[in-house]
Nanobody
Framework: QVRLVESGGGLVQAGGTLRLSCAAS????????MGWFRQAPGKERGLVAT????????SYADSVKGRFIISRDNAKNTVSLQMSGLKPEDTAVYYC?????????????????WGQGTQVTVSS
C-alpha cells in the first residue's frame, strides 16, 4: 500500500522560504515519477512541479518557475520542494503525488497516490 506523508508547511512572510518534504513507502520509490500539487481555497487543485523517477527531468508551473525547485533522494525515498520568493498567492494546501505507472513521466501521467497535504500560508 502506497503511503505519502508531507511535512514542512507553515506560515511565512512574503519573500521567505520553505522546504516541503514527502516521505514515500509501499512501492519501489525509484521507479515512479513524483509531483507536487496545490489547492487554494475555492480553487481547483493544480500542478506545481514534477520530477521523473531518476530525477533527470523536471517541470514547473509557470507561476513558480525560477522560485521553486523539486528534487528527490531515491536512497531515502523522499521528494522535496524548495520554495523561495514566496508570495501570498502561493498560499495553499500542498500535496505530494506519485504516478500510477512505473517509469512514466509527463505532467499528465495518472497521479493515483496522494498524501494528506500540508498547509502553506504566506502573509503579505
Amino acid at each position: 500500500q502506497v503511503r505519502l506523508v508531507e511535512s514542512g508547511g507553515g506560515l511565512v512572510q512574503a519573500g521567505g522560504t520553505l522546504r516541503l518534504s514527502c516521505a514515500a513507502s509501499g512501492r519501489t520509490f525509484s521507479s515512479y515519477s513524483m509531483g507536487w500539487f496545490r489547492q487554494a481555497p475555492g480553487k481547483e487543485r493544480g500542478l506545481v512541479a514534477t520530477i521523473s523517477w531518476t530525477g533527470g527531468r523536471r517541470s514547473y508551473a509557470d507561476s513558480v518557475k525560477g522560485r521553486f525547485i523539486i528534487s528527490r533522494d531515491n536512497a531515502k525515498n523522499t521528494v522535496s520542494l524548495q520554495m523561495s520568493g514566496l508570495k501570498p498567492e502561493d498560499t495553499a494546501v500542498y500535496y505530494c503525488a506519485q504516478a500510477r505507472d512505473s517509469r512514466a513521466y509527463s505532467d499528465s501521467v495518472p497521479w493515483d497516490y496522494w498524501g494528506q497535504g500540508t498547509q502553506v500560508t504566506v502573509s503579505s
